[in-house]
């Protein structure tokens, strides 16, 4: 199998894939299981919100900007580095010092991510038995805690400064923590079986 790595090629390819399958398959049978009336009550994904905190490397400019790079590979759209508000002495931080690095997705781009992430990175864990369920927010966002950033294929080992994780959260327009369960079941996420 050959893999097409950061090209807009791929990413349609997937994109249309996943999208497709959402409003062909999965929302008329949400309409039917969930008992709504139009094809706009049915839950659907607005975002997916990618998340890593910095931590100690945040007086080192490269490493701070190594790990800018390794989130825009993963999430094919350019990242932003996100700033400290205020200064706090007790964690020795500085106003507008670099504190993590964060991406937002929405339309192509997200269900493209989305399918690279249930299709090929999560089933890179070692001993993946699946995904909690307990990771619902109570109005039916899921979040995903990565703790190895070498489940994506666009990152090499040889370039990374540190394994660490990130955090991912995908937000859905469901009501509760049901409908947002159901939704991302039928998009093929791998929840650990009961």
């Not at 394994?163 to 791998?190: C, Q, R, W």
């Amino acid at each position: 199998m050959h893999v097409v790595r950061n090209t807009r090629l791929c990413v349609y390819f997937i994109m249309c894939r996943l999208k497709t399958f959402y409003e062909s398959e999965v929302r008329p049978t949400l309409k039917n299981e969930l008992s709504y009336d139009t094809l706009y009550q049915v839950p659907k994904i607005e975002k997916i919100v990618i998340n890593r905190g910095i931590g100690e490397g945040a007086n080192n400019t490269k490493y701070v900007q190594r790990i800018h790079e390794e989130l825009t590979q993963v999430s094919a759209q350019r990242a932003v580095i996100t700033k400290a508000k205020k200064s706090i002495a007790a964690f020795k931080l500085r106003k507008n010092a670099p504190i993590g690095v964060c991406v937002t997705l929405r339309g192509e781009r997200m269900f493209a991510f989305l399918d690279r992430l249930i299709n090929l990175a999560l089933p890179r864990i070692r001993d993946f038995q699946g995904i909690k369920n307990t990771s619902f927010d109570g109005r039916g966002n899921y979040n995903l805690g990565v703790r190895d950033q070498l489940i994506f294929p666009e990152i090499a080992y040889e370039n990374l400064p540190q394994l660490k994780g990130m955090d991912i959260t995908i937000v859905t327009t469901a009501k509760n923590n049901s409908e947002g369960f159901y939704l991302l079941s039928k998009l093929g996420m791998p929840f650990e079986s009961a």
